[in-house]
């Protein structure tokens, strides 16, 4: 997904555009194209001087109907039509409104050709760890007055995080959601209190992220059991459900790299035009995200202790 680049509040009160609201920039480099969200679906905040959507007529303002002919409601679906243009090489047709009327416009397939600057390089993604955290120097012990504590949030956490790949004790994912939201509430107690170090309130946060992943898987095989009316008898560990690249699982993919060994299939471009769906195994992505949320909780528990991990 491109980075977005802020636009100035001026650009996003075009056409009553939210200031709040994300831009839609994907490949601006190219196309010189920003859309932004309305209460009508998309509108153009803003079109570069010199770029392909100036020469082809685009302006600030315009409403966007369709791009290559799927209705755009959001910037999800116009990221996903801009990636299939690249990657095929083709042209660009916008319908937009313009006043009263409808007005096609086309970027041409040369769109594609020119040439960006290339990021700079990067490391490789990595999930969130507690391991540099826990290179330096244990944090003293809280005074005993503290009502929260470090302990309660961490025995919460052993708590969340099971034994085994198995249901934790609060047993089902409501139960599951209600016990991590607790235990968020309590770390940003201790954080906006200035009870504990931003570093101790960074290493809690770092495990609890795990747990927030696994709940988006958990809820990914609850869902779709349910859409597909999933016979109980089934073994879990067989489960698949689809996923998109701009939904809550890829993010978990993304976020947590380990996961990609619950993935099946990427997502990839429709035959008849859009984005196919990927295929993950969300129960086989939260046994693999509680395991590595066990190792890290117990090298941020030795650390809190005073110990050596």
Not at 88 to 117: F, I, M, N, Y
Request: glycine share 10%.
């Amino acid at each position: 997904m491109a980075d977005a680049r802020r636009l100035t509040v001026a650009a996003l009160l075009v056409a009553g555009v939210a200031v709040a609201a994300p831009p839609c920039e994907e490949d601006r480099g190219q196309t010189g194209l920003a859309l932004a969200p309305a209460a009508s679906g998309l509108v153009v905040a803003a079109v570069d001087d010199g770029s392909a959507a100036a020469t082809a007529g685009v302006q600030a303002g315009d409403g966007v109907l369709q791009v290559n002919g799927v209705v755009q409601r959001g910037c999800a679906d116009y990221a996903r039509a801009v990636r299939e243009a690249r990657r095929e090489h083709k042209v660009l047709l916008v319908l937009v409104r313009r006043a009263s009327a409808q007005v096609p416009l086309a970027l041409g397939a040369p769109t594609w050709d020119v040439a960006v600057a290339a990021p700079p390089p990067s490391t490789p993604a990595v999930a969130p760890s507690v391991r540099p955290l826990v290179a330096e120097a244990p944090p003293p012990p809280l005074p005993s007055e503290v009502q929260v504590s470090v302990d309660e949030v961490m025995r919460g956490l052993t708590d969340l995080t099971p034994a085994t790949d198995r249901r934790p004790r609060s047993a089902g994912l409501e139960g599951y959601r209600r016990h991590l939201h607790h235990l968020h509430e309590q770390v940003s107690v201790l954080s906006t209190r200035g009870t504990v170090s931003a570093r101790v309130a960074g290493g809690l946060t770092t495990v609890l992220g795990y747990h927030d992943a696994a709940a988006v898987a958990w809820a990914a095989d609850e869902t779709e059991g349910q859409r597909t009316h999933r016979a109980r008898q089934l073994p879990a560990s067989g489960h698949v459900a689809p996923y998109f690249t701009d939904s809550e699982a890829a993010a978990v993919i993304d976020g947590f790299p380990f996961v990609r060994d619950a993935v099946v299939r990427e997502p990839g471009p429709g035959v008849l035009g859009g984005e196919a769906a990927g295929v993950w195994r969300p129960l086989e992505a939260r046994a693999l995200l509680w395991e590595h949320a066990r190792t890290e909780l117990a090298l941020l528990s030795t650390w809190l202790a005073g110990g050596t991990p």
